[in-house]
């Protein structure tokens, strides 16, 4: 039987031939564990997309705002491909603020990786490729962006997809809960619930939502626990 690798070569080959020239901006392509979502803990390839157009106070990727480097897609999957790791996340910044983000997913998804997206939730997610898994955000109150949320996203999302929330404070909390009593017959996604970094005790908000019985994901970010908020992790 052929190695992923090889298989993944191959694919590639075929897939690029009209697509090879597109040119995306990238902040940075590393290999690392995945410290969110339902995949937290795999060895995961990012690939960070630069630019957004939110500005979240608690953003931990100003950096990835501006600058980056233009690649093009052949040389984005390239670099991808030495990793030799089959789960891939493109996040950002925001992915889908660069509508080339979109034939990247699928070209992604036609050399078999298991391609997530981490998106803010401020863009139509209409026309990304099925067979990635969304991890769409939806911004509280405290996060000073919440007026950015697209609800319409809501209805497209599928069961392997997930909805965070970043929570900061007991109003988000609050704020959070009813929003879920909103959408809960809107979609089968899972639905994730993350302290704020520094700003709300991880303990604190598990103790809320064992206390309110919620069917929600608690999680933490792995990545901070290891590796603070350095890039590349």
């Given at each position: 039987m052929k190695g992923f690798m090889a298989q993944a070569s191959e694919l590639s080959t075929a897939s690029n031939s009209n697509s090879s020239d597109q040119l995306i901006?990238?902040?940075e392509i590393f290999h690392s564990l995945q410290g969110e979502s339902v995949t937290m803990g795999l060895p995961t390839v990012f690939i960070r997309l630069t630019g957004c157009p939110l500005r979240c106070q608690y953003c931990d990727t100003a950096y990835a705002f501006s600058g980056?480097?233009?690649l093009k897609l052949t040389d984005i999957l390239s670099r991808t491909q030495n990793f030799n790791c089959?789960?891939?996340c493109v996040t950002g910044g925001e992915p889908l603020a660069q509508p080339n983000c979109l034939i990247l997913l699928k070209e992604l998804c036609d050399l078999r990786y298991y391609v997530s997206l981490e998106t803010s939730g401020a863009i139509s997610?209409?026309?990304v490729d099925p067979r990635v898994i969304i991890v769409m955000d939806l911004k509280t109150p405290d996060s000073a962006e919440c007026d950015k949320n697209?609800?319409?996203n809501i209805p497209l999302l599928k069961q392997q997809d997930q909805?965070?929330?970043?929570?900061c404070s007991r109003e988000d909390y609050e704020w959070s809960c009813n929003i879920l009593k909103t959408i809960a017959a809107q979609t089968p996604a899972q639905i994730l619930f993350s302290p704020s970094y520094n700003q709300l005790d991880p303990a604190t908000l598990?103790?809320?939502?064992i206390e309110d019985k919620l069917s929600?994901?608690?999680q933490i970010q792995l990545h901070k626990l290891l590796w603070h908020d350095a890039p590349g992790h």
């Amino acid at each position: 039987m052929k190695g992923f690798m090889a298989q993944a070569s191959e694919l590639s080959t075929a897939s690029n031939s009209n697509s090879s020239d597109q040119l995306i901006r990238i902040t940075e392509i590393f290999h690392s564990l995945q410290g969110e979502s339902v995949t937290m803990g795999l060895p995961t390839v990012f690939i960070r997309l630069t630019g957004c157009p939110l500005r979240c106070q608690y953003c931990d990727t100003a950096y990835a705002f501006s600058g980056g480097n233009r690649l093009k897609l052949t040389d984005i999957l390239s670099r991808t491909q030495n990793f030799n790791c089959k789960y891939v996340c493109v996040t950002g910044g925001e992915p889908l603020a660069q509508p080339n983000c979109l034939i990247l997913l699928k070209e992604l998804c036609d050399l078999r990786y298991y391609v997530s997206l981490e998106t803010s939730g401020a863009i139509s997610i209409a026309d990304v490729d099925p067979r990635v898994i969304i991890v769409m955000d939806l911004k509280t109150p405290d996060s000073a962006e919440c007026d950015k949320n697209l609800l319409s996203n809501i209805p497209l999302l599928k069961q392997q997809d997930q909805i965070k929330f970043v929570l900061c404070s007991r109003e988000d909390y609050e704020w959070s809960c009813n929003i879920l009593k909103t959408i809960a017959a809107q979609t089968p996604a899972q639905i994730l619930f993350s302290p704020s970094y520094n700003q709300l005790d991880p303990a604190t908000l598990a103790n809320w939502i064992i206390e309110d019985k919620l069917s929600v994901r608690f999680q933490i970010q792995l990545h901070k626990l290891l590796w603070h908020d350095a890039p590349g992790h």
